[in-house]
């Protein structure tokens, strides 16, 4: 989708959306706005690990960053004495540039890093989160974290609109907005440098592309897309707290960007819906289990991890492009069937089908005899 | 004679591994020199060092009159200096025509980008028809030709290649020497080519310089270095 296209798509979803939670129960349209704060979140992990390659277990770190930058932000606002729309949206900007200042910081660090480094780099950012909050516990608060005053919903819609139908409309904007400016990044200069950069870092110098600037460029954005997840989720449940940012967090951060689909943004969507509801479905099917109480509460939020480990090898060994990949393979598989089969040269998105082997004959360049042609695969 | 590119008494390696031991060869404006010697001889490693992806241990690199010390592998391009780099670089997650406009990428003049797109997929018409195919979708020669057409899409004043027979058919490495050279009777382009296939390289050049463990044996005339069987035997082996 081109600009002019994704913007009419962006405002129709956002849309729809916000249409969707008025059928919705309250705490449905609070999971929803949890979606929308992971979705932020998942989307930035996706660009920075799926299309530019740089494997991190940050961001978490970069959500924290952004619920306490929020935190600080609309406390120190309410504490004026200042309310109205400004509490809204001002804490929200801090959090998406707190985070992004972090991750310009990380990322100038992680730049010069690669593979296993880079993960084993960030994984130590997250780890470190708890002991950051208990050296500044005046200011953080410590292990419990902070409370947040929020900007309740206006007057006029009291009685309408319930509190958490509220909430999640701001989620769905910026969940929306996320999307659409991750989309456009993804499908111009930026988005070629990055994939050029993951590809042949080599090649992609010699070709002019400044690799150091790409990497930091690319954390930052992710960051600041990490920061308004965790902004947004400071906002939904009204507190910042170490626990709420560990590292299992960035672990399923990671393991929704890879079942959704790595480097999809689509993908991100299914990865962040799975992330909401598949440990509350199964934690309300095991609730109705007829089991003794006791192995109920052992089932109790355990089976939700079990689930989510078999799904992850499950999509690795059966589907690597994950959910979305699935769905563009259906999709294209439907296509098909009616009309003649479309020769090799459409490539779409390919790679679990294509081979880096030779592409046997290629079509249509066998009669060139001027000029430059080949005419076989590999000679 | 001043050359366009100007190497002086040029030191490179790897870490504590010295490669290239003081080679000086100067390469005239509009001319194609052939860089030729064995295995192991330094050749791609000069090339990593014009580049900059390798930095001199000593001597002086001179583009058009200007040291290039300190220069970053990615001004290089600004500068009028494109590689095609061995075993053909294309960057195999991105289309044909995404491959080609990262050549270009760095330009603020967009139309002018766009003009050498269509001259590029008139240049190399096998590539016109797969503009949508994967890098990695793409055969041996397709490869050379697209890293080709990227480091074109620079609009370099000097094209450097490395091995570009590697690995292809006689007859496409012919096609592509030509090319280079109707490149170069056409707009002046200074060509600097490694290579292993030597009686093609010097069949094309107009300078050969032979290089032998780090060392300049010899830079004469290309025609002078073919026609001269004790060199051939000595250093090239055949």
New interface residues.
Partial sequence: MTPSKSLPAAAGAAAALIGLTFVLEPFVSYQLATVCAYLCAIAGLTVLTGSGGQLSLGQAALMAGGAYSYALCANAMAEAGIEGPVLLLAPLAAAVLGAAAMGLVIGCAAGRLHGPYLAGFTLALVVAIPAVTSTFSEMLGGDQGLWITVEKRPDALRGTVSNEQWQSWLAILCAVAVMAVLHNLLRG?FG??L??V???S??????????ARTKIVSFTVSAAAAGLGGGLLAYVTQSASPGAYSLVLSLYLLMAAVIGGIGSLTGAVWGALIMVFLPHSINSFTADLPVSPDLAQRLDGNLAIAVFGTVLVLVILLAPRGIQGLITAAVRRFRNSGTEPLP????GT??ST???G??GP????AS?PT????T???? | MSGLLVLDSVSAGYGPVPVLHGVSITVAAGSITAVVGANGAGKTTLLRTV?G?LRTTGGSIRFDGTDLAGT???????RGI??V?EGR???????VD?NL???G??RRDRAAAATLLVRMYE????LA??R???G???????RQ?L?LG??LM?GPRLLLLDEPSL???PR?TA??LG?LRGLRDDTGLTVLLIEQNVRSALAVADDGVVLSLGSVVAARPAADLAADTDLRHTYLGF
């Fill in positions: 200069r070629r440098q994939r050029a993951r590809d042949n080599a090649a992609a110098a010699l070709a002019g592309v400044n690799v090799e040269t459409t490539a390919a790679g294509g081979s880096a030779p592409a290629v079509p249509g360049t060139l000029k430059l042609s080949t076989k695969g590999q000679p | 580049t992806q970053r592998v990615e001004d290089m391009v600004r494109a590689l780099p670089g294309v960057i195999t997650e991105l289309t995404e406009r990262l050549g990428l760095w240049l190399f018409e096998p028809r797969r949508r195919a994967a990695h979708q793409l055969s041996g020669g397709e030709m890293a990227r480091a620079a690995g292809l058919a496409i096609q592509i090319l």
